[in-house]
């Protein structure tokens, strides 16, 4: 009789090990793999539930057991709990470990950069690639007029709010609190030197913003001639001439292709078109640089109305005072245009 209760007692104790070693092995056995050149993230939506995070754990191709995992996710209530967010994935980490991670909500945060762009569907496309958030709800954040109107921005300069940088932000930040961080980077940018800088050149920021996208489709590779293209744009406002920049008439046109402006291109009706209509266009006609903006805050005085694109093909410009110095620039570059048979 002793020997059957004691060797019952040994069964359950059998028994129990077996438990309490699988319990142990399913929460602490390392359950991710990651090569040590790549990094892996596990993104997770808001209203995902476990199924939707299981799902995405296994497009990451890291884990091993993914059962085990979802047990220690079910003992762990986790799957009462699901956070969003980015959360970078570490080798060797164990279910435990992941768990506690995901159900911490402490993610990682994203970098998010939007450089060449022309327009808000661009830059709303560009957000949509880095963010949680598709391009349309961007795009609706982006151009959220009872916003731009509290900020006092007008909706055609929403995009010269966004200062190009490299920003860190949390993948699933809200349409409203990107905008909020948006503008407290532009306010920080328009800092007390730029703004003393602003009076000289007689412009708005919004203003300097719109100069400064036209300064660098003119000029983006040699930047040493931008503060100089600056003033000359800014004689022309000054003058009450029609700046006749033809990269604004490239984006009223909606070609950026286009290599040579011809006359019909120039008859294209749109506030955009600065052979059409004086002043500086409605908006931005690219997300300008921090180096344009500065460009135009420092502007080089002069007394040039006029600018052509060099014919040695070089990226630099003539520039004259008078329009016969100008039309004989002019002559000199389509003359290679035409030898280099460029015609559109």
């Known amino acids: 009789m002793k020997k059957w209760i004691i060797g019952g007692i040994a069964a359950i104790a059998l028994i129990g090990a077996g438990i309490g070693y ?112 598709d391009s349309i709800t961007a795009l609706k954040a982006i151009k959220d007029e009872k916003l731009l109107k509290q900020w006092g921005v007008d909706a055609n300069n929403a995009i010269g709010l966004f200062v190009p940088n490299t920003y860190k932000v949390y993948w699933d930040i809200t349409p409203e609190k990107l905008m909020s961080r948006i503008k407290k980077e532009y306010d920080a940018f328009w800092n007390e030197k730029r703004k003393n800088k602003l009076a000289r050149t007689g412009l708005t920021q919004q203003e300097v913003s719109v100069l400064a996208s036209i300064v660098e489709e003119e000029q983006n590779q040699k930047y040493d001639e931008q503060p100089l293209i600056a003033g000359l744009y800014i004689n022309r406002l000054r003058k009450g001439m029609k700046l006749e920049s033809d990269p604004t008439v490239k984006y009223a046109a909606n070609d950026f292709t286009l290599r040579r402006v011809l006359n019909e291109h120039l008859q294209t009706d749109s506030p955009y078109n600065t052979y059409k209509y004086a002043g500086l266009p409605p908006g931005p006609i690219r997300i300008p640089s921090i180096q344009s903006i500065d460009a135009v805050l420092n502007y080089k005085e002069t007394d040039y109305i006029y600018m052509c694109a060099k014919e040695d093909f070089s990226g630099y410009h003539n520039f004259a005072v008078t329009g016969a110095e100008h039309s004989a620039n002019a002559a000199r570059y389509h003359a290679a245009l035409n030898k280099q048979k460029i015609y559109k």
């Open 22 to 133: 699988y319990g142990y092995s399913t929460l602490m056995t390392p359950n991710i793999q990651v090569p040590t050149d790549e990094q892996k993230f596990l993104y997770i939506r808001h209203g995902d539930k476990l199924d939707d995070v299981v799902s995405a754990l296994e497009k990451t191709g890291t884990v091993k057991d993914i059962n085990s995992f979802v047990t220690t996710a079910k003992l762990k209530k986790y799957d009462k709990h699901v956070k969003s967010g980015c959360y970078l994935l570490k080798d060797k980490m164990n279910n435990f470990d992941l768990v506690r991670l995901l159900a911490s909500g402490n993610q990682t945060e994203v970098k998010l950069t939007f450089n060449n762009k022309r327009t808000a569907p661009e830059l709303a496309g560009r957000l949509a690639e880095v963010l949680e958030m």
